[in-house]
């Protein structure tokens, strides 16, 4: 599990990075625009899935963000300041999975609720995380689809004979398939 962890917080940052690549294309009026899914737009979508990493991240940091990470529901008006922020964001998150071993895997991970502190395993915590990434970032593709920006194929992760189609991506975040792969081929 702790592998999958690892490769899973690879393919959220190069997905992230594909899919801010075609978002920084749209013109302000595009990215802003009201749209059919369950956020209103896809800067409203993009906005949520970076709250929900830095509260969850946070968390699994042993961090004390808590629900002070939902104040401002809209931090970035813009692509441009989103994309690094959510990059900087999803390399934490490689950082945490890389310091993965079984103790830390199964401890407790506090979330400040509203009224209540949440206890699950990390684990868990780190499977909710992906699973609400890949929601999301399903929904910004969607929506993207309604503009003159096409959006970018996001399940060429883990096949082998795929590598070729990340290489370029790869670089440009300076990672490597032996990296990301470096206990497994």
Same mark, same amino acid.
């Given at each position: 599990?702790?592998?999958?962890?690892?490769?899973?917080?690879?393919?959220?940052?190069?997905?992230?990075?594909?899919?801010?690549?075609?978002?920084?294309?749209?013109?302000?009026?595009?990215?802003?625009?009201?749209?059919?899914?369950?956020?209103?737009?896809?800067?409203?979508?993009?906005?949520?899935?970076?709250?929900?990493?830095?509260?969850?991240?946070?968390?699994?940091?042993?961090?004390?963000?808590?629900?002070?990470?939902?104040?401002?529901?809209?931090?970035?008006?813009?692509? %441009?300041?989103?994309?690094?922020?959510? +990059? #900087?964001?999803? =390399? !934490?998150?490689?950082?945490?999975?890389?310091?993965?071993?079984? *103790?830390?895997?199964?401890?407790?991970?506090?979330?400040?609720?509203?009224?209540?502190?949440?206890?699950?395993?990390?684990?868990?915590?780190?499977?909710?995380?992906?699973?609400?990434?890949?929601?999301?970032?399903?929904?910004?593709?969607?929506?993207?689809?309604?503009?003159?920006?096409?959006?970018?194929?996001? %399940?060429?992760?883990?096949?082998?004979? +795929? #590598?070729?189609? =990340? !290489?370029?991506?790869?670089?440009?975040?300076?990672?490597?398939? *032996?990296?990301?792969?470096?206990?497994?081929?």
């Amino acid at each position: 599990m702790i592998e999958y962890f690892r490769h899973q917080a690879y393919c959220n940052l190069w997905s992230n990075h594909r899919l801010l690549e075609a978002c920084a294309r749209l013109s302000e009026d595009a990215f802003h625009a009201r749209r059919c899914s369950f956020f209103p737009s896809i800067h409203a979508t993009l906005n949520h899935i970076l709250i929900v990493d830095a509260y969850y991240i946070d968390a699994l940091e042993g961090g004390t963000l808590g629900q002070r990470a939902f104040y401002d529901e809209l931090p970035y008006s813009r692509v %441009d300041t989103l994309w690094p922020a959510q +990059e #900087a964001l999803d =390399r !934490r998150l490689i950082a945490i999975c890389h310091a993965l071993d079984d *103790a830390s895997l199964a401890a407790d991970i506090t979330l400040a609720r509203t009224e209540r502190q949440q206890r699950e395993p990390a684990h868990r915590v780190l499977a909710h995380l992906f699973v609400h990434q890949t929601h999301h970032r399903g929904q910004v593709h969607a929506m993207l689809s309604e503009t003159d920006v096409a959006p970018p194929q996001l %399940d060429e992760f883990f096949m082998l004979d +795929e #590598a070729p189609l =990340r !290489r370029e991506e790869f670089a440009a975040l300076g990672i490597s398939e *032996a990296q990301v792969w470096s206990t497994l081929r």
